[in-house]
């Protein structure tokens, strides 16, 4: 599931947490796991404020 949000972000665009949720059908426990995981690791910066996510354009030059 993470690998697949993580994809869903690689525009480098904002995503609401909104729409996050509703694309994967997470609950609110579910999602708030996973970011805390992704914001942890540093792979997405957040804005609390605005409940938006984007992914930290930086990981899209790791080597595969």
Known sequence: MIEEIVKSLEDGQWHTFKKI??????SE???QEILNFLKK?????????????????????LPV
């Not at 949720?21 to 997470?26: D, Q």
């Open 21 to 26: 949720k509703e694309n994967f059908s997470l």
């Open 41 to 61: 690791f540093g792979f997405i910066y957040v804005d609390e404020k605005e409940e938006k996510a984007k992914l930290d354009v930086s990981l899209l030059k």
């Open 29 to 31: 426990e579910e999602f």
